[in-house]
């Protein structure tokens, strides 16, 4: 029976943007596994490292259903696709990062794009070493 209620109250919440929640949630994992492929390059894995990812997945969570429950009063869904956008490019620009950070070379102009995209004000262009793939 709790079950059937939280599958009601899922779709009730998220039912018009699954596919939405889905890329997120896949973009989480890939954050997840490339920063703790960087963290193992410099030798510095911490459990403090995954208890952020524990207060992250809560605060993602709780912008997604605010957004869901602002949509509810809203005539179209305004809310949603702007939080569900922000969130993806936010995972985005984080995996290339830590890409970069981990000896790969990545597009900067890329991570640039989606900074601008994501209203970063505060680039770390200074701040990340990313090799570049023709050695320059």
Known sequence: ??????????EWLFGGHKE????????IVIDTFSGTLKAAKKHKLSSAEFFQFAVKIMVY???MLTSSLVDKSLPIALA????????????????????GESGYPVPNSLINRLK???DKEDHKEDKVKVRNPRGK
């Open 61 to 63: 969570f709780a912008m």
């Open 80 to 99: 949603s696709p702007i939080i569900y956008t922000f969130l993806a490019v936010t995972e985005a620009i984080s995996i290339l990062e830590n890409i």
């Open 116 to 118: 601008v995209m994501s």
């Open 1 to 10: 029976l709790g079950l059937s209620v939280a599958s009601i109250l899922g």
């Open 20 to 27: 939405a929640l889905a890329v997120v949630f896949v973009l």
